[in-house]
């Protein structure tokens, strides 16, 4: 069936049938796997047992690719795929063993036989089946996307923090994570790394983090300046007042400009507002407070209209002004709701 581009979609087992010779014998073992109903998940020996048949190409001319042909034979659930292999046989170009093998095969070939051929075959089929564990063994995307082995899961989640079925299950997106598994494993944290994680996360290529935001905070009471008791020292760690300028605590995360869809998509309570607080909350190793800035493009801005569901929220997308909106981009920053308690729980 034709997609939205006009374009028809690619029958892809026809093509491995009929140009089998353009595939990687891996590539081919792949996809036929892929192909069939149950192939994603299930266990790969049975499929290459009960799907895959390898066999040498009879010849000793010099092969082209790793696949000569590939067939599919029988019908229903006794169907299964013959892949005519260019390598590692026990006769062909690449036989190991003396020529004249080969060549008695031939003659075999050339009176209609094939006994000889048919025995050897038997030899030769689990060689192709632990050519393909070998190459799998150590490919860990294979082992996830396409086995879906749970214990390697295990091992990538636990290299994220996600290691205990309790903590995997606070966080809807845990397994998503996992592609973000070399952002999370480096420490100390950055601003950078987590701006490239949201806005890979959220398809937001614009999103920036700013940190060492200063803010005024309370000082603690037991912190406070008390003549002959306590923080008195001069240029230490003594302050007059109840608080002081920080710098250390709060970082802000700025995007834009953004189309009204994105925008509104952002704004509290939003999908993409709640995987953005948790993604951050998850980040952070220490407690920090967190500032969300948007910035609307100009064309996008919409006067306040009181009673609608949109362009209503005071303090998030409210503006009010006639004709075309005076500035560049419409700003707003409000405060990002963390929980923080949480947030260390998943690092712990």
Known sequence: MAGESRRQAPDLKGDLLGQGRSYSFIQAVRLLRLLEQDGRGADPESFLAGKIMARPLLSLGFPASDISSIEELGEGQASFYRITATFLGLYGASSPLPTFYTEDLLDEASEDSSISRDFLDILN?????????????????????????????????CLVGLGHDGLRSKLPFAFRLLRYAGLLTQFPRSALGLATLLGDALNIPSLSVVPLIARRVRIPQDQVCRLGAQATTLGEDCHLGSETMDCMSAFRITTGPLTEDRYHGLLSGEPDAVLLGSLVEFYLQQPLECDLELSLARDEVQPARLGQDTWSRLGEDTWMFSGRFPEDTATARFPLV?????????HS
């Open 125 to 157: 089929t689990p060689f192709y089946r632990l050519f393909y564990r070998c190459w799998s063994k150590y490919r860990w995307w294979t082992k996830i996307y396409d086995e879906q082995d749970p214990e390697y899961v295990g091992r990538l989640l």
């Open 338 to 346: 963390l929980d923080q308690p949480s947030a260390q729980l998943n």
